[in-house]
Nanobody, 124 residues
C-alpha cells in the first residue's frame, strides 16, 4: 500500500502564497506519477498539476499555470505544490494522488492512491 499525507493548507489573503506537501510512505516504488487535484464546495474534483516522479516533467491546469509549481524531493518521497498569487477561486480541498505508469494522467479515475486532503481558503 501507499499512504499519502498532505499538509500545509490554511487561510491566506488574495495574492498570498502557500506551499502544500504530500509525504508518501509504504510501497512508494509504485508511484511513477503524482498529481494534485482540488475540489471546491458544490463542484467536482478537478485536476491541478502532475509530475513524473523520475523525470520531473510537469503539466498544469490552465487555471493555475504560471502561479502554481509542482515539484518533488526523491530523498524524502515528498511532492510539493507551491501556490503563489492565490485567488478566492483557488479555495478548495487539495488532494494529492499517485499512480503507476508513465503517462501523466489528468483524470481522477486514473489514480490509485489518494491523500486525505488539506483545506486551502483564500479570502478576498
Amino acid at each position: 500500500q501507499v499512504l499519502l499525507v498532505e499538509s500545509g493548507g490554511g487561510l491566506v489573503q488574495t495574492g498570498g502564497s502557500l506551499r502544500l506537501s504530500c509525504a508518501a510512505s509504504g510501497r512508494t516504488f509504485s508511484m511513477t506519477t503524482m498529481a494534485w487535484f482540488r475540489q471546491a464546495p458544490g463542484k467536482e474534483r478537478e485536476f491541478v498539476a502532475v509530475i513524473s516522479w523520475m523525470r520531473a516533467s510537469t503539466n498544469y491546469a490552465d487555471a493555475v499555470k504560471g502561479r502554481f509549481t509542482i515539484s518533488r524531493d526523491n530523498t524524502k518521497n515528498t511532492v510539493y505544490l507551491q501556490m503563489n498569487s492565490l485567488k478566492p477561486e483557488d479555495t478548495a480541498g487539495y488532494y494529492c494522488a499517485a499512480r503507476s505508469g508513465a503517462r501523466a494522467a489528468t483524470e481522477i479515475d486514473e489514480y490509485t492512491y489518494w491523500g486525505q486532503g488539506t483545506q486551502v481558503t483564500v479570502s478576498s
